[in-house]
């Protein structure tokens, strides 16, 4: 059975950070395509970055850009979202996602989904 469980979420003030991480089992997903996704109460759901098989092709949200790291090791099927200087807008759950497609910041093209991490961003 396919898993994401993402962990390390939780309660920070702005200008903080914070490490997510995603761990996979069921299934090796290093020749996929991850992402993370974020979703603030009453919002749809955001792309915030995605990395490909090589760890150095990456993309960002024009809204992290600069703040946040997308990063994955594939010898532990994990995924990471290093996130620096928090703001209170980035408050949100955030889910990782595994695409066997290239469409990355398209939620449709993701395979397989997370339950979700809260982080909140206090001013």
């Known amino acids: 059975q396919v898993q994401l469980v993402e962990s390390g979420g939780g309660l920070v003030q702005a200008g903080g950070s914070l490490r997510l991480s995603c761990a996979g089992s069921?299934?090796?997903?290093?020749?996929?395509?991850m992402g993370w996704f974020r979703q603030a109460p009453e919002k749809e759901r955001e792309f915030v970055a995605a990395?490909?098989?090589?760890?150095?092709?990456?993309i960002y949200a024009d809204s992290v850009k600069g703040r946040f790291t997308i990063s994955r090791d594939n010898a532990k099927n994990t995924m990471y979202l290093q996130m620096n200087s928090l703001k209170p807008e980035d408050t949100a759950v955030y889910s990782c996602?595994?695409?066997?497609?290239?469409?990355?910041?398209?939620?449709?093209?993701?395979?397989?989904w997370g339950q979700g991490t809260q982080v909140t961003v206090s001013s």
């Open positions: 996602a595994v695409t066997y497609g290239s469409r990355w910041t398209q939620p449709a093209a993701y395979n397989f």
């Open positions: 990395i490909g098989r090589s760890i150095d092709s990456t």
């Open positions: 069921g299934r090796t997903f290093s020749g996929y395509g």
